[in-house]
């Protein structure tokens, strides 16, 4: 069961088959206004995503030293389980990097996933 207090599970007040004209998708990518260089941010933003992990039943152990530095294992495994909340059909194809990469474009982030040569998610690059 998701937490209560889960954007996910809050009524959507808008959207893009309202039949409304919206220029949102038009526009392309906005610029990343949230202080992500800011290490209070930082830690705010992971306790609040295992805090939700933990309600969410993530099987898996977590902790404040994996959200901040996880490995490419415990990125895949967090990363597929959040995906799988928005979308529990995904197929996963055997190359979890393209899987990703493929993700990120079809939810239009301002930031596009860089895969460093380990093979692993090791940050993000601007468009």
């Known amino acids: 069961m998701l937490p209560s207090k889960s ?5 959507r007040s808008s959207s893009i088959y309202s039949g ?22 930082q830690a705010e933003q992971a306790e ?7 309600a969410a039943n993530y099987p898996h152990h977590i902790s404040p030293k994996i959200m901040i530095t996880p490995t490419g294992k415990n990125f ?3 990363f597929q389980f959040l995906y799988r909340i928005l979308d529990p059909h995904m197929e996963w194809s055997n190359k979890f990097e393209d ?21 692993y998610a090791a940050g993000t690059h601007s468009k």
């Open 7 to 11: 954007p996910l599970l809050k009524p």
């Open 20 to 41: 409304r004209g919206s220029s949102a998708f038009l526009e392309g990518p906005k610029k990343e206004s949230r202080p992500i260089k800011d290490k209070q941010w």
């Open 48 to 54: 609040a995503l295992i805090e939700f992990l933990v």
């Open 76 to 78: 895949e495994t967090i």
């Open 99 to 119: 899987d990703v990469i493929l993700i990120y474009t079809r939810l239009r982030c301002v930031k596009t996933l860089y895969i460093g040569s380990n093979g």
